[in-house]
Nanobody, 121 residues
Framework: QVQLVESGGGLVQPGGSLRLSCAAS????????MGWYRQAPGKQRESVAG???????NYGDSVKGRFTISRDNANNTVYLQMNSLKPEDTAVYYC???????????????WGQGTQVTVSS
């Protein structure tokens, strides 16, 4: 059983910072890409940032220059450093990981339960 558990969400004022963490645990052979999505009320889920096992990153246009994704491969953890937060960043943030549970299994994407980020004065 694979679990992804996010932490670090909360309430922050505009211009502030938060750091999200997501740890993957359970039976894991290899983790390939890890990333963050978000979903605001009434909107579709959108990609925020992704990172490969080799460290290559990509970002959504709305967060470029403000958010930084990183990962600790030894601990199967991905981070999202969010700076210069805006009210429009308010959403539930979900982490995901594409991984293989055994050497012979197919790759599959797993999701965390989400953590609320609210940017408001």
């Amino acid at each position: 059983q694979v679990q992804l558990v996010e932490s670090g969400g909360g309430l922050v004022q505009p211009g502030g910072s938060l750091r999200l963490s997501c740890a993957a645990s359970g039976r894991i052979e290899s983790i390939y890409t890890m990333g963050w999505y978000r979903q605001a009320p009434g909107k579709q889920r959108e990609s925020v940032a992704g990172i490969t096992s080799g460290g290559s990153t990509n970002y959504g246009d709305s967060v470029k220059g403000r958010f930084t994704i990183s990962r600790d491969n030894a601990n199967n953890t991905v981070y999202l450093q969010m700076n210069s937060l805006k009210p429009e960043d308010t959403a539930v943030y979900y982490c995901n990981a594409v991984l293989r549970v055994t050497l012979t299994s197919t790759r599959r994407k797993y999701w965390g339960q989400g953590t609320q980020v609210t940017v408001s004065s």
